[in-house]
């Protein structure tokens, strides 16, 4: 179904303005506003709820830079996305820099539909960055009008830092009356300072009587029961009636204000590990999947008992290992390829425990608690094993002289959970898979850090620190979240929680392994990777398919048009310079609408998540990829009943064109 776009569009050409129209409906999107063309009816139309302004860069009566300017000066938070004919490069980048969410040539414009999204997107992130801001501030502003309103607790303390006096409401604060404060040592109160914060804290204590600089500190604090809580300490030098210098001050519980700054610092850190792994990886995947085809033909042609067999399957199983971690990174930023589909989780549960209790050891007993009412989930199975499996290794080494392992699963209304603790919680209903342990536990401190890629507290060479971070991924990615409590001695527990859905689907039946991978059709190959493209090739042609390959999208429609016989199945990659694999393949489907595609990447970028590959039934390979399993995909496709352009009318795999015009595949 059409995505509905609140477009303004500022173009004085009525073709032009009609085949940005085409090219929004053809991305998916059911445009709906003006064109203007004078500065009196941009402005007259400019309102804050328009999702994008698409601009000609000159037109007679306004140019696109002034129109950014005016948009600037409303202050609403629009993307201004800029097209022309020809315009130089140094003016492309100068309209960038002055605040355009992007910059489109007239005959690049099947890049418009990623363009709006991306800009879309990072307009969403904006809001949510300025969200947390404006909740910071709040807290902030909560906490100013609490010290001019209510009391914080006074206090006064000699030199050595004895207090002679602290107010009455520190019982409030530390569990501790103020006669018991004033009757301890001198050090005592430096003695519940964190033994990071101490040194720092008595250190500007004695300047202040020394030097007489203010005293303005900011530590963490261990309360009665033994909570840690972050304290402000402010105090100034006055002397009594008898000439004795004292200290006077007051103290503020900002525990709360440092927790949204955690949470702040925290999501901006994750989100810039998450697109460093996602940019990463596509190329990274390339260079596997040659590693790891070419390992594989190897293999066919050496003699097992030879040392060159061992040498090559030593190579074959390092890049098989590094796949693997390539995948957890994908896991944490949430780009990996999903295969979602209805899932029970008793029945996953039930299906691991017999792995579980030879992973665990006999020394540590595995009980389970079922709920057998338990909802559905829209998941993808080997990835909820792989939580599974995850937290249990992290259960067992937190259980060095055995203990117990608890996993349990029940339905229950997200409004039961404390917002301050999963501040990432959506109301709805959703599953819960809790898994318990009764080990060493983990301070606060290390459970702020737990999901953080590549941190962890084992020794040098017994983990990556990125099991939890790939649990985090996938709980994200999967639409739910996750809940951790912890005590030192006590134990941990995690708690996930994954969006119930109303009713399970028929799964589909895995493919028979025997199926014959040979065959004679014809397939045009598009991988902008030379390597890679080389190596499918030479593997499809081995099989007995006739290959046509191409390094990009205008070259492979040229070929398309150039080549009289059937063509049986594009065969492209999703993330290429120039034009995307989704983008190629409906321009060539609108040549050949017998053919049959199947996409292939190594993560799922904006492109591949607006296209609906994911969640369309869309045939994928994921790379890295065994040259059987590329095989074996084709032949399937092959092998099946309908093309996609049958496909495109019983499922909406593309999204819908309804302009009267169709662009020209030839240019």
Known sequence: MPTPLNVLILEDRDSDAKLILHYLRQAGFEPVGPRVQTEQEYLANLRPDIDVILSDYSMPQLSAPHALSLLQQTGFDIPFIMITGTVSEEVAVESIKKGAADYLLKDRLGRL??????????KRARQEKKRIEAALRQSEENYRLLISNIPDVTWTADRSGKPSYISPNVTKLFGVTPEELCDETADSWFSRIHPDDVDRARTQYEALFDSGDSYDVEYRFRTKDGKWVW???????????HGTIYAYGVISDITERKHLESQLQQAQKMEAVGRLAGGVAHDFNNILTVILGYSDMMLCTIDRAS??????????????????LTQQLLAFSRKQVLEPTVLNLNTIVAGTEKMLKRLIGEDIELLTSADMQLGHVLADRG????????LAV?????????????????????????????????PGVYVKLSIRDTGCGMDQETVSRIFEPFFTTKEPGKGTGLGLSTVYGIVKQSGGFIKVQSELEKGTTFEVFLPRVNEAEAVKSAPASTIDLNGKET????????????LAQHA??????????????????????????????ILTDVVMPEMSGPELSRRLLQLRPEMKVIFMSGYT?????????????????????????LARRVREVLDSVSSCKEQNTDRGCFPSDTSSEQPDLRR
């Open 394 to 426: 992290n259960a067992r080494d937190a259980m060095l002289h055995g203990g117990k392992l608890f996993i349990e699963t029940g339905n229950v209304p997200v409004g039961e959970i404390d917002p301050k603790d999963c501040p990432d919680a959506v």
């Open 523 to 534: 397939i045009l190959l598009v991988e902008d990777d030379d390597m890679v493209r080389a």
């Open 605 to 629: 970028d904006d492109t591949t998540i607006q296209y609906g590959l994911l969640n369309q039934g869309i045939e994928f390979l994921r790379k890295p990829f065994a040259m059987d399993d």
């Open 113 to 122: 539909g990623q363009a709006i999204s991306k800009a879309i997107d990072e």
């Open 231 to 241: 304290l402000h300490v402010r105090a100034i030098t006055t002397y009594d009636k």
């Open 307 to 324: 040392s060159q067999y061992k040498q090559v399957e030593q190579v074959k199983l390092a890049g098989e290992r590094a796949a693997s």
């Open 383 to 390: 990835q909820v094993e792989q939580i599974i499996l995850n």
């Open 540 to 569: 499809l042609q081995l099989r007995g398919y006739t290959v046509i390959a191409a390094d990009k999208g205008g070259e492979a429609l040229i070929r398309c048009l150039e080549h009289e016989g059937t063509i049986d199945l």
